[in-house]
Nanobody, 124 residues
Framework: QVQLVESGGGLVQAGGSLRLSCAAS????????MGWFRQDPEKEREFVGA????????LYKDSVKGRFTISRDNAKNTMYLQMNSLKPEDTAVYYC?????????????????WGQGTQVTVSS
């Protein structure tokens, strides 16, 4: 089993920045792909971005391209989401996810492991 714990959420003004972290524990050697998702209470969980094991491949939701950057430090078993130029519509609970299979996918169905989420609130 793999456990994922997100941190770094909070309240920020529009235009500001936040850095989320996702720490993995357990059978971390089985993880290949990791991703970030977010969910507004009134909407379905949506894909934000994903990263391969090496970090050489990434995939982003169109609306966050150029503002968000995903990275990972495998020595620390941690993935990051640097969020810049935040907008009120970025407000959501952000979840990290992981899977042992190769490939970058945007579907929630693809990922086996999930964290509990961290709240990000962007005020206007």
């Amino acid at each position: 089993q793999v456990q994922l714990v997100e941190s770094g959420g909070g309240l920020v003004q529009a235009g500001g920045s936040l850095r989320l972290s996702c720490a993995a524990s357990g059978r971390t050697g089985s993880i290949y792909t990791m991703g970030w998702f977010r969910q507004d209470p009134e909407k379905e969980r949506e894909f934000v971005g994903a990263i391969s094991w090496s970090g050489s491949s990434t995939l982003y939701k169109d609306s966050v391209k150029g503002r968000f950057t995903i990275s990972r430090d495998n020595a620390k078993n941690t993935m990051y989401l640097q969020m810049n130029s935040l907008k009120p519509e970025d407000t959501a609970v952000y979840y990290c996810a992981a899977d042992s299979r190769r490939g970058l996918y945007s579907s929630t169905n693809y990922y086996e492991y999930w964290g509990q989420g961290t709240q990000v609130t962007v005020s206007s």
